[in-house]
């Protein structure tokens, strides 16, 4: 079967083009950025003979303004040409950000996402993902001063991508849910907590200071964020790092 993944040359992409191959699919990586949206012609070209579609291509920074428009856009023309390519299954990932009130522009611009998806005629799943392992570090320099990083005691269970790329596999060859799955490792932890265990592990000499009103994207860090509905994932983050 022909699966075609956008964004196929990124962390999650590369892992997954590899996965399906093993499991003995045609799978071709798409950039998310390197055909011409404008008029979906070259998109829909790229898209014969293609029975699904995975999109894993990554959100573009909100920390400038609403990314909104980054998502919308390329989503909309990949619905387009999937729906004259004849496509029967659009997969989404959506790693969750920290944050969960409406305000976020990270989680704003997934909701337009999903809107669309939801909207199109095309079957689809969408596949709902805590962070990766792989970003603890990015959100540890992006709440650091140089030397000071502060967090807050906000819940999260991060997944490693190879457990992402698993799921993300079975739900491409298998059939569409037309609705969200929500995917987490089961140990859990508080932010802070897990920064001082990444910068332990690593030999970093950041500190870590715990601080409530600590907030990344530009929206506070709630108790209860990033804890989804159902948890999966064989890889321990003391394992990983």
Known sequence: MRIAVIGGTGLIGSKLINKLREMSHDAVALPAAGLNPASGEE?????????????????????????????????????????????????????????QPPENL?????????????????PYTILQSTQLFELVGSIAARLSDGRVIHAAP????????DDVVTTLAEIAVGK?????????????????????????????????????????????LAERSSIPAEVIGMTRFADWV
């Open 176 to 220: 569409p849910m037309n609705g969200i799955v929500e995917i987490a490792r089961p140990q859990q932890f508080h932010l802070d907590d897990l920064l001082r265990h990444l910068l332990q592990a690593t030999a970093d000499l950041r500190v870590v200071v715990s601080d409530r009103a600590s907030h990344s994207g530009g929206a506070s």
């Open 106 to 122: 990270h989680r704003a611009a997934h909701e337009v996402q999903k809107d669309l998806i939801n909207g199109s005629h095309i």
């Open 43 to 99: 998109l829909r070209r790229a898209l014969v003979d293609t029975r699904v579609v995975v999109d894993v291509a990554n959100t573009p920074s909100v920390e400038a303004g609403d990314a909104t428009p980054c998502l919308k856009t390329p989503t909309a023309e990949l619905i387009a040409a999937g729906t004259g390519a004849g496509i029967a299954h659009y997969v989404a990932l959506c790693v969750a950000g920290l944050e």
């Open 154 to 161: 906000a819940h999260i269970r991060p997944i490693g991508s």
